[in-house]
């Protein structure tokens, strides 16, 4: 009876033990599925970072963006979400899902480059949660916010580093060329910058031509090149989607 | 501390860079483009009351448009019949619409009554891919048929320059010459004509050979050769009066008369009595002449350079017609221009002073070849058995030239990059020596 029940009492804990356990997975599969969500938070968050690796390669200039924050290093992580929403609000959904499943090859390859990377682009960002401590029960799920920033901005940085970033531009680089009717005014020596805005999906919303040496024209079939371009090729890996695109219109002939 | 002070100083560098460019973030450069043709929509014109659709009766002027825009290779216009029937809207509104079309621009207008007797056409270039209007403009014209034409080719020349930046030569003339019935009674007309062909008039009539019609730079007068006193004389002829002045009858050869850039000179090859080619200058007002060319081969068929400074020619004193340039006024020796072909004549240059076309043979055939003068590239652009007589659009994007087509001398245009061809219509008989006109003033 006793080894009946003690039998019995092992019941509860090994249950107790699976349920742990269970909870165990269940949580952590949690914690690696919430990672889904974030996507709309990590291409915000991207697209703020803007600034920070506009020469590819060098992680700091998120520290650019970060100025106004300086006294307070907590505020820099919102005060970097908010403006992307505004023209994000209908990709977030939609994009989730897709960038899911992505996510996970880049990781496998970041390994060696990766490293090297990824610990330069934390220090930036560990400072800011520790300052404002503990009272705010909003501080875990910001904490975890940060976290998965910072999970993607690793990612981002490795992919960087993986050279897809490359890989992405010259896919764009590709579909521009293809698309640039280039008119006879266009001469040898033309050297026009555009500044080019696109959504998640990339559909081409904005086209300003910049600096130009060529005539209407010209900047009329550059216009018209990066519109019919649209939409975009995808990045390789979501997390390295920027909104703001510079391109250069340098005929090398 | 470290990473602040980095901080200030990355906020620093950030303050020096335009807004712009610190959100530029991926950095790309484009290094090449297509050649493609612009896929255009070119809508019929609305005509305002009845009077106006009266007075265009079967006239289209979208259609000239569309088969200006065509003719150049640079463009790909919508079909007719695919065209929708509503064509309003702001251009903000209907760009998507007309992009889903694979329209990049569409140009669409109505046609009024302007004053006692003309009639406006007020037409607009819409961008579908920016969606943005690009020209809004009039233009008024008289009713005729001819000024009617013209009318629409001068809309097509501006949406050309617009879009291409280069200006449009739709609204240019061409000469030539055309050649009817058989020896001995051999009827010869100089005609003028848009430069897509139509409206084609006769500016003279002989039964004795006319050639070698040139334009004065004003577009005002023609140049040419006629055989009507027995023998080779050089005229010149005020096109919108008719008046005419023999300027060259020397004895022997008078020909290939080529109007200097200033209106005032003219090369001319004379013979003299000794019956070898040479190159001359002659002072219009004075008659003044001067020899440029003392050589015993045949130095023939000048055409001066854009700046006037130059001319080039043609010569066999190596063999071989081969095209030389010289300088008049210069004691230099006339230099050798053509060397990766075999032969090669008739030369033209382009409004540019860039390219130099000229006739080229080609396993037995002749065909109309354009050099890179600066690097002396030379590509052959026809594919005919007997291309001759190329003269260049005053824009410098299309050649005319006469051809062959089963055994009939016909004119057609090609594109200088060789790519678009096109036939001009010919009513009857022969047509050769075209000669493009200058821009209208």
């Known amino acids: 009876m006793s080894r009946a029940r003690s039998a019995k009492s092992w019941r509860p804990v090994a249950l107790s033990i699976a349920v742990h356990a269970g909870l165990v997975v269940v949580v952590l599969g949690a914690a690696s599925l919430t990672r889904e969500p974030p996507p709309p938070m990590r291409m915000t968050i991207e697209a703020m970072v803007v600034p920070v690796s506009r020469l590819p390669g060098t992680p700091q200039p998120a520290a650019a963006a970060l100025p106004p924050a300086e006294p307070e290093p907590l505020p820099e992580p919102e005060s970097e979400i908010e403006p992307a929403p505004q023209a994000e609000p209908p990709a977030p959904v939609v994009p989730a899902p897709t960038a899911a499943p992505k996510l996970r090859p880049p990781p496998v390859v970041p390994p060696k480059p990766a490293p090297v990377a990824v610990p330069s682009a934390r220090p930036a960002i560990v400072p800011t949660p520790a300052p404002a401590p503990r009272e705010d029960p909003l501080r875990a799920v910001r904490e975890r916010e940060l976290q998965q920033q910072m999970a993607a901005e690793e990612r981002a940085a490795s992919a960087r580093a993986a050279g897809l970033g490359a890989e992405w531009a010259a896919a764009i680089q590709a579909r521009i060329q293809r698309a640039w009717i280039r008119p006879p005014a266009a001469l040898a020596g033309l050297d026009c910058t555009v500044d080019v805005i696109q959504v998640q999906g990339g559909a081409v919303v904005s086209v300003r031509v910049r600096d130009c040496n060529g005539d209407a024209a010209v900047r009329q079939s550059i216009e018209d090149a990066v519109y019919r371009a649209s939409p975009l090729p995808s990045p390789p890996d979501p997390a390295l989607f920027e909104r703001n695109l510079e391109v250069r219109f340098r005929p090398n002939d | ?441």
């Open chain 2, 1 to 441: 501390m470290s990473d602040r002070g980095r901080r200030q100083w990355l906020l620093a560098l950030c303050l020096n860079l335009s807004a712009a460019a610190a959100n530029a973030q991926l950095r790309i450069e484009v290094t090449s483009g297509v050649v493609d043709p612009i896929p255009v929509a070119v809508a019929p014109l609305v005509a305002a009351d009845a009077e106006t659709l009266a007075a265009l009766g079967t006239l289209d002027l979208a259609g000239i448009i569309r088969r200006d825009l065509e003719s150049s290779g640079r463009f790909r216009a919508l079909a007719p019949e695919r065209m929708p029937a509503d064509t309003s809207g702001s251009a903000a509104l209907i760009a998507a619409d007309w992009r889903a079309r694979g329209v990049d621009y569409l140009v669409r207008g109505r046609v009024s009554r302007e004053g006692l007797a003309g009639f406006a056409i007020d037409y607009e270039l819409v961008g579908a891919l920016v969606g943005q209007t690009l020209i809004t403009e009039r233009v008024v014209t008289p009713n005729q048929t001819s000024a009617w034409r013209n009318a629409a080719h001068r809309v097509a020349d501006r949406v050309y320059e617009r879009i291409l930046g280069v200006r449009g030569a739709f609204a240019t003339r061409v000469a030539y010459v055309s050649v009817d019935g058989a020896p001995p009674t051999q009827s010869y007309q100089l005609i003028v004509a848009d430069a897509d062909g139509e409206g084609p008039r006769v500016v003279l009539e002989s039964r004795q050979p006319l050639m070698s019609p040139a334009w004065s730079p004003d577009g005002e007068w023609l140049a040419y050769v006629s055989f009507e006193s027995g023998a080779a004389a050089i005229y010149v002829q005020q096109l919108r009066t008719g008046e005419r002045r023999r300027v060259s009858a020397r004895v022997g050869v008078n020909g290939a008369p080529a109007w200097a850039p200033d209106g005032q000179r003219m090369a001319l090859t004379l013979s003299g009595s000794s019956g070898n080619l040479d190159l001359y200058l002659l002072e219009l007002a004075s008659q003044k002449l001067t020899r440029l060319t003392d050589d015993l081969a045949i130095d023939t068929e000048p055409v001066w350079s854009p700046d006037g400074v130059t001319l080039y020619f043609t010569s066999d004193r190596a063999g071989a017609p081969q095209v030389y340039r010289m300088r008049p006024g210069s004691s230099e020796r006339p230099q050798r221009v053509t060397f990766g072909v075999g032969y090669a004549a008739r030369p033209r240059v382009s409004p540019d002073g860039r390219q130099l076309a000229f006739v080229t043979r080609e396993s037995g055939a002749f065909r109309i070849a354009i050099q890179e003068l600066e690097s002396g590239q030379v590509r052959t652009l026809t594919r005919g058995r007997l291309d001759e007589s190329p003269s260049f659009a005053p824009n410098g994007a299309l050649l005319i030239y006469a051809g062959r087509e089963r055994g009939a001398a016909t004119l057609a245009t090609v594109s200088v990059d060789g790519l678009t061809g096109q036939r001009l219509r010919a009513d009857r008989g022969e047509v050769r020596d075209p000669a493009w006109g200058p821009f209208a003033r």
